[in-house]
């Protein structure tokens, strides 16, 4: 069975650099094909998706964020971070961390909430 | 503003059967296959559909999909009270290079 869960701060401060983990289990990070992503949505705005790590280290961001992002992985461990810089209130939500199988998101973690306030 | 679009809500009476659509465009939907996911309140999305009109194992031939062109259409029958959640579809886009998502259609069951 796959799960997935995302841990990190409840409450980040502007201009602060947010670092959530996802930690999983039931599949492998080194196996082709596979990845593991990050999407959040802002309270009753759209899902968006900003990166996602592929079982060979090949890393994709969204664009429009690309400038604050890092995702990483660590295969023994099962985790992936995902780092984001220069935090703003407008970046506060529910963060998710996926399961993928080439273009197909397979599993959802259930998400960790992360405001963003001084 | 959601890059796919679908009709936030729809209902039906038990028994019946539901349709919701999802459009997209050419770098989405109209070249990728699409995936649809149901949201109960507090839980994690769960696969419904994958590669269109696929089940992952353990969800029932009720939940059906389909694509033509850059929409896609999730058609839930004999609707069940355990039914009514959130249903959202995705499609991985080609412009982009990454996921795009529907905003989500609440299913009332009457």
């Known amino acids: 069975q796959v799960t997935l869960k995302e841990s990190g701060p409840t409450l980040v401060k502007p201009t602060q650099t947010l670092t959530v983990t996802c930690t999983f289990s039931g599949f492998s990070l080194s196996a082709s094909g596979v990845g593991v992503g990050w999407i959040r949505q802002p309270p009753k705005r759209a899902l968006e998706w900003l990166a996602l790590i592929y079982w060979d280290g090949d890393k994709r961001y969204s664009s429009s964020l690309k400038s604050r992002l890092t995702i990483t992985k660590d295969t023994p461990k099962n985790q992936v971070v995902l780092k984001m810089t220069n935090m703003d209130p407008v970046d506060t939500g529910t963060y998710y961390c996926?399961?993928?199988?080439?273009?197909?998101?397979?599993?959802w973690g259930q998400g960790t909430l992360i405001i963003v306030s001084s | 503003q959601s890059v796919l679009t679908q009709p936030p809500s729809v209902s039906g009476t038990p028994g019946q059967r539901v349709i919701i659509s999802c459009s997209g465009s050419?770098?989405?939907?109209?070249?990728?296959?699409v995936n649809w996911y149901q949201r109960l309140p507090g839980t994690a999305p769960k696969l419904l559909i994958y590669g269109n009109n696929k089940w992952p194992s353990g969800v029932p031939d009720r939940f059906s999909g389909s694509k033509s062109g850059t929409s896609a259409s999730l058609a839930i029958s004999g609707l069940q009270s355990e039914d009514e959640a959130d249903y959202f579809c995705?499609?991985?886009?080609?412009?982009?290079?990454?996921?795009?998502f529907g905003g989500g259609t609440k299913l009332t069951v009457l």
């Open positions: 996926v399961h993928s199988f080439q273009y197909d998101i397979l599993t």
């Open positions: 050419s770098s989405n939907i109209g070249g990728n296959t």
């Open positions: 995705a499609a991985w886009d080609d412009s982009l290079n990454g996921w795009v």
